[in-house]
């Protein structure tokens, strides 16, 4: 489920302790993603392991000012390469908002595939067309 921009401090922390409490449990794993030379936060990204163990989904958040600089494809680049080497899966699966080009392009240049299309609904109470790839190994 595509989560809303927090309106208060509290759903940030909500957010910050529910990641942790996933990761104790290793239905997931959520990583900051900083600048290399200043550690800027620029945003986070996540593997959630979900009904499917074997097909754990991959996710994505970066602040506006970050976008356009490729920092999302070397996250989840980097977060595919751990995976490979750190857990087993069939593949993994990367839902995208159809209208959104930039964050297509993420799967694509890595190899990723559309093997699903859907409608979801977010938690603004809104609907998402998505396209859903499919990362092999």
Request: aromatic share 10%; charged share 30%.
């Amino acid at each position: 489920m595509y989560p809303k921009p927090a309106d208060k401090i509290d759903e940030t922390l909500e957010f910050i302790n529910n990641s942790i409490n996933n990761m104790k449990t290793n239905s997931e794993l959520i990583l900051a993603i900083t600048k290399k030379y200043n550690s800027e936060f620029l945003g986070c990204c996540g593997l959630h392991i979900k009904e499917t163990p074997d097909t754990p989904e991959l996710g994505i958040w970066l602040k506006k000012s970050a976008h356009g600089n490729k920092y999302g494809q070397e996250a989840i680049k980097t977060l595919i390469d751990w995976c490979k080497e750190n857990i087993e899966f069939d593949y993994l699966i990367y839902p995208v908002d159809k209208k959104n080009i930039p964050s297509r392009k993420i799967p694509e240049s890595l190899g990723g595939t559309i093997f699903r299309e859907e409608i979801v609904k977010t938690m603004n109470n809104t609907y998402l067309d998505e396209v859903i790839y499919k990362i092999s190994k």
